[in-house]
């Protein structure tokens, strides 16, 4: 008897359910879409919302915290000592600028967007900001480039940096003769 | 007689007539189910291509068009080519013996739904022949639970449809038809044009029939919940993994007509086809074919709806609930309706 | 006559009876199918190698790796501790803060510092928002499987609250390296905490709609009950977690029985599969833990989000991390059961090894057990509802 039972209720079970699930599709059917139509409309990204990256070149000093910070080692810096005569300028937030970056390179396309570079840089210049639409055609604009030196001014740094090394060493070789040509000094007598 | 050189050429444009619908009616129930499955997900289907994205089904139909055509260098060549028509030709010789309107039916035979259960056993070879030709064992796999799956679910087809001959009395189509006329209360499912009181004892069966009968016929276009042989999660894509391009849309238009033609002769048996509910008013040969194309647009909506909510059952609970739910309760509906007409 | 009749028949009731009239038997032979890494079910590059007797399963080999990326030999080359965070995310990309969290631990733990209670809070309800999107992942694509691609959607509608809560809380969506060593990133944002409530109060009734289109819902329960039982001892002795071992019927939850954070001043139940329809640890039971669970989820974050004392965030995160000589094993209870992580310090300010017990990776391995005897209709399910992100399956 109960073997009957069971399969008159299984058959009413059933239609039961499906009547219950079309319903709520039903439903469903008059709720209105929540597909934002992309292009045309676009969603408001929170203010911290982390995309692509931005640097303010002008406010780089060029201390190489956020390449040490990157774990997918995507951003590359090159950086020139300025020589003494050299006025660099100071940052936005006021740190003295004593570092030439003719080379500042992030490779977005390894970018894992974590925002480790953010947080230690000494003058915020290294922002996430929220641009996403970056997509490229070619994988090599990827490669973003943020130093403005020119190749002339590269050149004119390093020449300038090469001469006040040179100096630098004359100097110090001039003054390691000047001590050897004096007298040694008498040894301490012994007691 | 001998046919004449005219006539042959109106018999070849009044059997193109429904080619031309099925056409229209693929793009149409295309554009349909995409639309009707977002708007039940909460989402929005095509928007781009045309208002509302109306010219979507174009778009679809030219992709396929002229997409390569592969066939796999180990598959039978010619088993593979001929497969999605021999689909196709089962389904459209359907479409020959269901009534429009009061005017055209195709072929009007003294036959008529014994000509189809019959012809929609070709589409079952078809598949088969899918299956096998594509030399893939995921293929096989579906192509073999597909002939299954639609050899056992044309018995509770059949026995529904016997049910209704027996209410009407002939096998022809347009007679059916034409015996519903006369408004709402003459159609079969609520017993027909005959006394009140034995109406009030067919009401039951006649609607546990009918129930069946779609089921049944869900069943033989292998719509969810008994698509396991186009399971798309487990089987990729069942027996149609290997075919690309023109012939996968042959498929695809197989289906779409075939769920067109079941709810079309679910319609005619038991929903009036194409009579009018108001018995005289709004009826006529144009509203004849507006009232069926609409009736059975109503079923290929709920095929549409229950796709989209209900998972599929595995093989052998569509086996089970062939075999041993639908048919018993049909053997008893058969008697219960014989002994009641008798009576 | 004592002798048995032996009555004549044309039916053929075993393979091995079918003889030609030559004397041969005709042989049967089992087939092996390969799911291969690229398929619509598997939830990603998974093969599954499958000998099939017919549609009946008698082996189904897993074969992993495609995923590998060489997360833990990453780990021992970073400049410092807080650098392997971003990996850690990666690895179960769907509860990414169950991983941070995890780490965190066991990295504040190998170091001996204490972090401020406010951090607790925020990070118990990042990790239990975090359960409630990985589980809404699990049950739609588990309705996928079955065929019922509905529930899906919905599921992943409701995860854009709660992936909303996160971006504004940390600014991205998936991979947040948001949990740091001695603290979080970021404090709340001023609007996140009635942002919550509204998501909780939003939440519990989509609940009740889910269940009744897809968990109760009759062809469901037909194809998930009695499917892929995993018994109580298998389990155990497997070293299964999570909802795997909580459908089987075992009370245990690190949260409750090895507390971490502040889960001990928090109230919730601890759901455990009872067999309800069919056995106790069929595909069903496993289903029903991860949607109670996420009732139960929405009870946590509620409470933290009263309780949530004030506080600064970032206090206790240290400006050097160099351990000394040290190791620890910290374990969680993430979405998928218990994450661990084995974190070696030498002194520097690079970890010498971590590595990470994976419960995906040990769930999976039950596979071939609880499959045997299963339909190829079925083992698709199975897969499904041992929830596995290959991230973290395959590190």
């Known amino acids: 008897m109960t073997a009957v039972a069971t399969y008159f209720g299984n058959i009413f079970r059933s239609l039961y359910t499906v009547a219950v699930g079309m319903r709520i599709t039903f439903k469903h059917l008059f709720v209105p879409a929540v597909t934002l139509q992309y292009p045309d409309v676009k969603l408001k990204m929170p203010e911290r919302a982390r995309n692509r990256l931005y640097v303010n070149i002008d406010d780089c000093i060029g201390c190489d915290q956020c390449s040490l910070a990157c774990p997918v080692d995507c951003i590359s810096i090159e950086t020139i000592k300025s020589t003494a005569d050299q006025d660099l300028g100071v940052t936005s937030t006021g740190h003295k600028k004593r570092l030439h970056v003719p080379k500042f390179d992030i490779d977005i396309g390894k970018c894992c967007y974590c925002g480790l570079c953010v947080y230690p840089c000494p003058t915020e210049c290294i922002v996430m900001t929220d641009v996403y639409e970056f997509a490229e055609f070619d994988r090599h604009n990827l490669l973003y480039k943020f130093s403005r030196m020119t190749e002339g001014e590269i050149g004119e740094a390093e020449t300038k940096l090469k001469k006040a090394e040179e100096e630098a060493a004359a100097k110090k070789a001039a003054a390691a003769a000047a001590a050897a040509a004096q007298p040694k000094p008498e040894p301490p007598k012994a007691p | ?343 | 006559m004592s002798e048995s009749r032996v009555i004549p028949t044309n039916y053929v009731t075993k393979p091995e009876d079918l003889k030609t009239s030559s004397g041969r038997t005709l042989r049967t032979d089992e087939m092996i199918i390969n799911m291969g890494p690229q398929h619509p079910s598997t939830h990603g590059v998974l093969r599954l190698e499958i000998v099939v007797d017919g549609e009946i399963i008698v082996d189904a080999i897993p074969h992993i790796g495609y995923l590998h990326r060489c997360f833990e030999k990453h780990a021992e080359h970073m400049t410092n501790y807080q650098q392997v965070i971003p990996y850690v995310d990666r690895m179960d990309y769907v509860a990414s803060m169950n991983n941070d969290l995890a780490y965190a631990l066991a990295v504040e733990r190998l170091l001996k510092i204490e972090v401020p209670e406010r951090v607790e809070y925020i990070r118990v309800i990042m990790a239990e928002l975090q359960r409630i999107a990985s589980h809404l992942i699990a049950v739609g694509t588990f309705g996928i499987d079955s065929g019922a691609f509905t529930p899906f959607l919905y599921a992943f509608r409701d995860r854009e609250f709660i992936l909303d809560l996160f971006e504004m809380t940390c600014g991205a969506r998936l991979l947040y390296n948001y949990i740091w060593v001695g603290g979080v990133s970021h404090d709340l944002p001023p609007t996140f905490i009635e942002k919550a409530k509204e998501f909780c109060k939003y939440f519990k009734p989509r609940l009740v709609d889910f269940n009744n289109l897809l968990t109760y819902n009759e062809i469901f329960v037909k194809r998930t009950a009695k499917v892929g039982v995993l018994p109580r001892d298998v389990a155990i002795n497997y070293a299964c977690s999570g909802p795997m071992l909580r459908g089987s019927g075992v009370d245990w939850d690190l949260r409750r029985d090895d507390p971490y954070s502040v889960y001990h001043k928090l109230h919730w139940d601890v759901v455990v599969g009872k067999g309800e329809v069919g056995a106790v640890g069929d595909c069903w039971d496993r289903h029903i833990v991860r949607m109670r669970e996420m009732e139960q989820s929405v009870r946590i974050i509620e409470q933290a989000l009263e309780a949530i004392p004030a506080g600064n965030v970032q206090a206790a995160i240290p400006k050097r991390i160099r351990p000394d000589h040290g190791e620890v094993y910290v374990r969680t209870e993430t979405p998928r059961g218990e994450l661990g992580f084995y974190v070696v310090g030498d002194g520097t300010a690079s970890p010498y090894r971590v590595k990470a017990r994976g419960p995906a990776f040990v769930n999976l391995s039950v596979l071939p057990e609880i499959s045997r005897g299963a339909m190829l209709a079925d083992l698709v399910l199975i897969v499904g509802s041992i929830d596995i992100v290959l991230g973290e399956v395959d590190r």
């Open chain 2, 1 to 343: 007689m001998s046919p004449t050189l005219e006539s042959i050429i109106i018999t070849v444009l009044l059997s193109a007539i429904p080619l031309v619908f099925i056409l229209l009616y693929a793009l149409v129930t295309l554009y349909l189910e995409m639309k009707v499955a977002a708007h039940m997900q909460d989402r929005v289907a095509y928007m781009r291509t045309g208002w509302h994205g109306v010219l979507q089904p174009f778009a679809d139909i030219l992709k396929l068009l002229q997409k390569e055509d592969t066939i796999p260098a180990a598959a039978d060549r010619f088993l593979f080519i001929l497969a999605p028509y021999i689909v196709f030709v089962g389904t459209y010789a359907a479409f020959a013996i269901i009534p429009f309107t009061n005017i055209y039916i195709g072929s009007n035979i003294h036959l008529g739904v014994f000509f189809l259960i019959g012809v929609s056993s070709l589409v079952v070879i078809g598949i088969l022949m899918g299956g096998w030709a594509s030399n893939n064992k995921w293929s096989i796999f579906g192509a073999i639970r597909s002939a299954a799956q639609m050899v056992s679910y044309e018995i509770p087809t059949a026995l529904s449809v016997l049910i209704a001959v027996m209410i009407t009395g002939s096998l022809n189509l347009q007679e059916i038809t034409q015996f519903q006329e006369g408004g709402i209360q003459n159609w079969v499912l609520f017993g027909g044009p005959l006394p009140l009181s034995t109406k009030l004892m067919l009401l039951p069966f006649t609607f546990i029939t009918f129930l069946i009968l779609f089921t049944a016929s869900l069943a033989e276009v292998n719509r969810t919940p008994f698509d396991l042989p186009e399971a798309e999660s487990e089987l990729v894509q069942g027996f149609n993994t290997e075919y690309s391009g023109m012939r996968f849309a042959m498929f695809y238009l197989a289906e779409y007509a075939n769920m067109f033609v079941v709810s079309a002769v679910a319609v005619t048996l038991f929903l009036g086809g194409w009579s009018s509910p108001f018995g005289d008013f709004m009826s006529g040969p144009v509203w004849g074919a507006f009232w069926l194309i609409g009736k059975a647009m109503v079923f290929v909506f709920l095929q549409i709806w229950i796709r989209w909510t209900l998972p599929r059952l595995r093989v052998d609970q569509l086996m089970y609930t062939s075999w041993k739910v639908l048919t018993p309760f049909l053997f008893v509906c058969l008697f219960a309706v014989g002994l009641i007409l008798v009576l």
